[in-house]
């Protein structure tokens, strides 16, 4: 049990966190979009993060809690690759979307 709270923990805090948010908005207003472009590209990631909640919890319960957990994990290192190298506002809203459904399967698994 503990080992499942300390690393729900630490995802939040790392992948969750404040500072990661400011980075990324840093990344956004660094390639040209208006404030309210990123406000719109944030929204829909918190968007596509509680429509996937539900969803996320029940393909745990059909496999296995591990392999949706790596596959969270592989999606991350997936769209964050994306963002990496993401210069337009589409690449960003591609990125935030990948990003909310890899958030909802790893937090609707643990």
Same mark, same amino acid.
């Given at each position: %049990?503990?080992?499942?709270?300390?690393?729900?923990?630490? #995802?939040?805090?790392?992948? %969750?966190?404040?500072?990661?948010?400011?980075?990324?908005?840093?990344?956004?207003?660094?390639?040209?979009?208006?404030?309210?472009?990123?406000?719109?590209? #944030?929204?829909? #990631?918190?968007?596509?993060?509680?429509?996937?909640?539900?969803?996320?919890?029940?393909?745990?319960?059909?496999?296995?809690?591990?392999? *949706?957990?790596? *596959?969270?994990?592989?999606?991350?290192?997936?769209?964050?690759?994306? #963002?990496?190298?993401?210069?337009?506002?589409?690449?960003?809203?591609?990125?935030?979307?990948?990003?909310?459904?890899? *958030?909802?399967?790893?937090?609707?698994? *643990?």
């Amino acid at each position: %049990m503990f080992r499942i709270v300390s690393v729900l923990f630490l #995802f939040r805090y790392f992948l %969750m966190s404040a500072p990661i948010i400011g980075m990324f908005a840093a990344f956004t207003v660094e390639s040209g979009l208006y404030p309210i472009q990123i406000g719109f590209i #944030f929204a829909l #990631f918190f968007l596509v993060c509680n429509l996937f909640e539900i969803p996320s919890s029940i393909i745990a319960d059909k496999f296995s809690r591990k392999k *949706v957990i790596m *596959v969270a994990l592989i999606f991350f290192l997936f769209c964050n690759g994306i #963002f990496l190298f993401s210069q337009s506002q589409t690449a960003f809203i591609l990125h935030m979307i990948l990003a909310g459904i890899g *958030v909802a399967l790893f937090s609707g698994t *643990v």
